[in-house]
């Protein structure tokens, strides 16, 4: 996202030799603020994907602890 809005000022940067400042410096801003929006909206989304797959099949922590539990009953 980030690419892509470099390439788009890049191309719109007439607008800013025209002087249309607040137009070319606010349709920059607006985009980089939605890409900071939806980087924290997707990074919540991930935690609580992963915070409910841990609920229903166990983290990581429980497997490893019923691994030492069986091995500590059957020694090899």
Known sequence: M???LAVMAYISRQ???D???????????I???IIVLLYFVLK???RLRQEREER????YEDQKDS???SSA???E
Not at 19 to 29: A, M
Not at 56 to 59: D, E, P
């Open 19 to 29: 002087g249309e400042y607040l137009y070319y410096f606010g349709v920059i801003g």
């Open 67 to 69: 691994t030492d539990e």
């Open 15 to 17: 607008r800013l030799a």
């Open 73 to 75: 009953e059957n020694p």
């Open 2 to 4: 980030l690419c892509y």
């Open 56 to 59: 229903q099949y166990g983290g």
């Open 31 to 33: 985009s980089l603020g």
């Open 44 to 46: 919540k989304k991930e």
